[in-house]
């Protein structure tokens, strides 16, 4: 598995010239990093006396960062995955009609899969970032800082995996689908770039 690699290897085969991992992955290794210094945070506050009166809420944070932080490394694999099935089906043969059937119906079935899952990772992405003020507000005031970096990741990955939404939208041709999830994407981005900005804002108040 990917995420079992080192750090160095993962960033070795980012580089390289093979297909995958690529965008989606990095963007998913994103995430992951972003709920995970959420999750830091709020494990730097939990048992502190001075934040005894929000510790009930700071579980709760925690219990969600770290459900999200595992669905991330989840769909980095998934990615990988999806990404393969696609470039299978655009290797399937071509030389008889029967066969360039069977194959552009592979392909446009392959693209709905890859479309799936950067699209679960915005959503994920956006659960993160709406994590962030409340862990600004209620979090140990000395790792603040750690909260608003988990936002540049959650906000970055999340307009990450939209672009890999949209580079599969782009060769799909149904057309019922391709609205659906293109509205699907615009309501999980509308209004994410402003609150990363506010939360960005709260926690450089609080420095």
Request: glycine share 6%; aromatic share 4%.
């Amino acid at each position: 598995m990917l995420t079992e690699k080192s750090v160095q290897t993962f960033l070795n085969e980012l580089a390289s010239s093979a297909p995958a991992p690529g965008g989606g992955s990095a963007a998913a290794l994103a995430a992951a990093i972003g709920a995970a210094l959420v999750s830091m945070v709020a494990n730097l506050t939990l048992g502190k006396s001075k934040y005894a009166d929000v510790q009930d809420d700071i579980e709760r944070i925690v219990a969600r960062s770290e459900e999200l932080r595992h669905r991330c490394v989840a769909l980095l694999e998934k990615d990988v995955e999806a990404y393969t099935g696609v470039s299978a089906a655009y290797k399937m043969p071509r030389e008889t009609e029967e066969q360039k059937q069977a194959r552009s119906a592979a392909i446009q079935e392959a693209l709905k899969g890859a479309t799936a899952v950067p699209m679960q990772l915005a959503e994920a992405c956006v659960e993160i970032l709406q994590l962030c003020p409340e862990s600004a507000d209620k979090g140990n005031v000395m790792a603040v800082s750690d909260v608003g970096v988990g936002a540049l990741m959650a906000e970055a990955a999340l307009r990450a995996a939209a672009l890999n939404v949209w580079i599969n939208l782009g060769s799909i041709k149904d057309e019922a689908f391709v609205e659906r999830e293109g509205k699907r994407l615009d309501n999980l981005l509308q209004g994410k770039a402003d609150l990363k900005e506010a939360i960005f804002r709260d926690v450089k108040a609080k420095l």
